[in-house]
């Protein structure tokens, strides 16, 4: 006999008082990602903004940046079951390169942008990276004895002064993007068993570890936190985050949840609380998921 509280004493099990979750057999982060936001009522919805720099994409621009970030990393050489190593603050760019990574089937492992070169290398060499990309600001930190391609996450626009590098074979997203233009990555199946993603432990207790996540954990996860507000009909809800998105809890449990949902994400790459507060009331925000100093601030 289980409990009110959904303890049974003979298996020592907990279960949820909200019953069994189902989920789709047949779908991958991509495609559960556009489930809900491919309705038209969505193509013009702000899907990402960033509140320091003012861009932002809507849905329909979002699935547009994916495809063409796809294409580039297909045209780089990227293709099914290879890691591509991401190094980036958060930004609307963000999103765009982790699904058109898992797109291809590839595998994404993000990196901590206050690691030292020597963590990021650690990290490039223990997950077997195939490509690095990494925001200009952050390319210093990249060494020149890592020997891996390195794309750089330049502006939209692809113009203004350029990072110099002492790596080798350092290109530019946008200029991968332009002569990617006609280029058909193959076709790839998909499980919801693959991996999609590795990300690695802080290292409190010892040596980071890389933490396999597949296309199903993701899409589970996803399903789970949003059980309530599917549950409620919460719709059109704007999440301010400033939790970073190479951590679990901002990539799969905020930004691929709430974009699944059709909620609007506003971030920014470094936290300032009285930006914060600008961005709230600027953007309407209805969600605000923090950590406890930020509250207690």
Same mark, same amino acid.
């Given at each position: 006999?289980?409990?009110?509280? &959904?303890?049974?004493? /003979?298996?020592?099990?907990?279960?949820?008082?909200?019953?069994?979750?189902?989920?789709?057999?047949?779908?991958?982060?991509?495609? @559960?990602?556009?489930?809900?936001?491919?309705?038209?009522?969505?193509?013009?919805?702000?899907?990402?903004?960033?509140?320091?720099?003012?861009?932002?994409?809507?849905?329909?621009?979002?699935?547009?940046?994916?495809?063409?970030?796809?294409?580039?990393? %297909?045209?780089?050489?990227?293709?099914?079951?290879?890691?591509?190593?991401?190094?980036?603050?958060?930004?609307?760019? @963000?999103?765009?390169?982790?699904?058109?990574?898992?797109?291809?089937?590839? !595998?994404?492992?993000?990196?901590?942008?206050?690691?030292?070169?020597?963590?990021?290398?650690?990290?490039?060499?223990?997950?077997?990276?195939? =490509?690095?990309?990494?925001?200009?600001?952050?390319?210093? /930190? =990249?060494? +020149?004895?890592?020997?891996?391609?390195?794309?750089?996450?330049?502006?939209?626009?692809?113009?203004?002064?350029?990072?110099? +590098?002492?790596?080798?074979?350092?290109?530019?997203?946008?200029?991968?993007?332009?002569?990617?233009?006609?280029? !058909?990555?193959?076709? !790839?199946?998909?499980?919801?068993? $693959?991996?999609?993603?590795? =990300?690695?432990?802080?290292?409190?207790?010892?040596?980071?570890?890389?933490?396999?996540?597949?296309?199903?954990? @993701?899409?589970?996860?996803?399903?789970?936190?949003?059980?309530?507000?599917?549950? =409620? &009909?919460? /719709? $059109?809800?704007?999440? @301010?985050?400033?939790?970073?998105?190479?951590?679990?809890?901002?990539? %799969? !449990?905020?930004?691929?949840?709430?974009?699944?949902?059709?909620?609007?994400?506003?971030?920014?790459?470094?936290?300032?609380?009285?930006?914060?507060?600008?961005?709230?009331?600027?953007?309407?925000?209805?969600?605000?998921?923090?950590?406890?100093?930020?509250?207690?601030?």
């Amino acid at each position: 006999m289980v409990n009110s509280g &959904g303890f049974d004493p /003979k298996t020592f099990i907990f279960r949820s008082p909200r019953g069994e979750l189902t989920i789709p057999p047949d779908l991958t982060i991509p495609s @559960f990602l556009f489930q809900t936001t491919s309705a038209r009522a969505y193509h013009h919805r702000v899907a990402i903004a960033d509140a320091s720099s003012r861009l932002s994409l809507t849905f329909s621009q979002l699935r547009l940046r994916i495809g063409s970030a796809a294409r580039a990393l %297909s045209y780089a050489g990227i293709s099914q079951g290879d890691v591509v190593l991401l190094l980036s603050p958060n930004s609307i760019h @963000f999103p765009v390169l982790f699904f058109a990574i898992v797109s291809l089937g590839a !595998v994404a492992t993000t990196a901590n942008p206050v690691y030292t070169p020597r963590e990021i290398e650690r990290q490039a060499r223990d997950s077997r990276a195939k =490509l690095i990309l990494v925001h200009p600001d952050l390319l210093p /930190k =990249l060494s +020149s004895g890592l020997n891996l391609p390195i794309l750089v996450i330049d502006s939209d626009s692809g113009t203004g002064k350029r990072s110099s +590098s002492h790596c080798p074979a350092v290109s530019y997203l946008s200029d991968a993007e332009r002569l990617s233009a006609g280029h !058909v990555p193959p076709p !790839v199946h998909i499980r919801q068993a $693959d991996t999609a993603a590795l =990300l690695y432990s802080s290292g409190t207790t010892g040596v980071s570890k890389g933490v396999i996540l597949s296309h199903l954990n @993701f899409i589970a996860s996803a399903i789970q936190i949003n059980s309530d507000a599917a549950r =409620l &009909g919460e /719709k $059109d809800l704007s999440f @301010f985050v400033v939790i970073p998105f190479f951590h679990v809890y901002g990539l %799969s !449990v905020i930004l691929f949840a709430q974009l699944q949902r059709g909620n609007t994400i506003v971030t920014m790459p470094r936290f300032d609380f009285v930006s914060m507060l600008k961005a709230i009331q600027e953007y309407h925000v209805t969600s605000l998921p923090l950590v406890p100093p930020i509250m207690l601030a």
